[in-house]
């Protein structure tokens, strides 16, 4: 199948300063794709150029086939949800939702049908007559959703639209956008420096870095083989341990990190005894107890700092020589570490490998 949005070999500058460089990437129709990075990555600046806010000053944009790399925006088949959601304050619900429609000519009858199925959609039918003002946060979020939704375009784009709303209503909204995109069959494609959000939503993450795409992938995959440091660190709180490659066996590599031989899961890497690499260990997958557990990597730590954080407790454990670990415990298992010397464990495949030279990223 045909990829509904194609960039190839795209470059933005801006004078000297490179926004997006060599960008080659292709998305598929029906797919929640996100781009996700820190500010000034370059993933509004692509998402602009789809949209036709900003030309590429090199490569080329397909949209359904057809290049658009030099149309004007409303002669693509695209909308934008912003930030601030940009609805007319005169016009009612309905009337904003309908707009769009309007402009393109379509019948009066198709019009009201249209209106009337995207309010049930997101339950709003007896907001139909209020005008923004008299909305809620999250009301006026799915009213500029409708809106952009109405026309039918092939991808719609949304700019950090939850970025304004209070964290709780950013968690329901989340849900909320991946429900409406599965419903509708839409193609959306989001932009965030939101870790939790691109992972909560998405089909696939594009981590973009200083304009490149770093990796890209589904959610599990990229959280757990991540392909380099920046990917595992933006990703969530992550252990990175420099570490050298001391054998290979089964599938598994040994490597010695801090005076402690460890058996990993290398995944995509093939490693080399006397290879420097970084071992990617989440938090979560580290056992805190009291006794020696029963796992494939375990060694004796001290317990330097505990932080209750509600659902569970974030510790951090020197092991030998002053490096530390960090944990994440539930609260079930803290009553067994009442004393500070604790042992921690994880098992190989908790771990995977990423070459040194990928660390620096």
């Known amino acids: 199948m045909e990829p509904v949005v194609q960039f190839e070999n795209v470059r933005k500058s801006f004078g000297s300063f490179v926004a997006v460089d060599n960008l080659n990437l292709n998305i598929e129709r029906g797919k929640f794709v996100t781009l996700l990075g820190p ?20 490569g080329r944009i397909l949209l359904s086939g057809r290049d658009v790399t030099r149309v004007p925006p409303n002669r693509r088949n695209v909308n934008i949800v912003f930030q601030d959601y940009a609805l007319f304050p005169h016009m009612t619900v309905a009337k904003n939702i309908a707009f769009g429609l309007e402009l393109k000519g379509v019948d009066n009858r198709q019009i009201q049908k249209r209106v009337s199925e995207l309010l049930e959609l997101v339950q709003l039918q007896e907001f139909a007559g209020r005008l923004p003002s008299e909305l809620s946060g999250g009301q006026r979020q799915r009213v500029a959703l409708m809106r952009a939704l109405a026309p039918d375009p092939d991808v719609l784009l949304l700019d950090e639209p939850l970025s304004a709303l209070d964290a709780k209503l950013r968690q329901t909204m989340q849900v909320e956008l991946k429900a409406i995109q599965e419903q509708t069959g839409k193609t959306f494609m989001f932009v965030t420096h939101d870790q939790e959000e691109a992972l909560t939503m998405s089909d696939t993450i594009v981590v973009m870095n200083n304009g490149r795409i770093e990796q890209m992938g589904d959610p599990a995959t990229l959280y757990n083989r991540p392909g380099s440091a920046f990917v595992a660190t933006f990703l969530g709180e992550t252990n990175l341990l420099r570490s050298d490659v001391v054998g290979t066996e089964a599938g598994e590599a040994a490597v010695r990190w801090n005076g402690v031989t460890i058996k990993t899961s290398p995944g995509a890497l093939s490693p080399n005894p006397g290879d420097a690499i970084y071992v990617v260990l989440r938090p979560e997958a580290i056992q805190c107890s009291a006794h020696e557990p029963s796992v494939a990597n375990r060694v004796q730590g001290r317990i330097r700092q505990r932080v209750f954080k509600g659902n569970h407790t974030s510790l951090k454990v020197e092991i030998g020589d002053g490096h530390l670990l960090n944990a994440l415990v539930h609260p079930s298992e803290m009553e067994g570490l009442r004393r500070d010397d604790i042992w921690v464990g994880w098992p190989s495949e908790a771990t995977t490998l990423i070459p040194s030279r990928n660390a620096a990223s």
């Open 39 to 58: 500010s000034g990555c370059g993933k509004s600046t692509t998402l602009r150029m789809l949209g036709g806010f900003e030309t590429p000053t090199s």
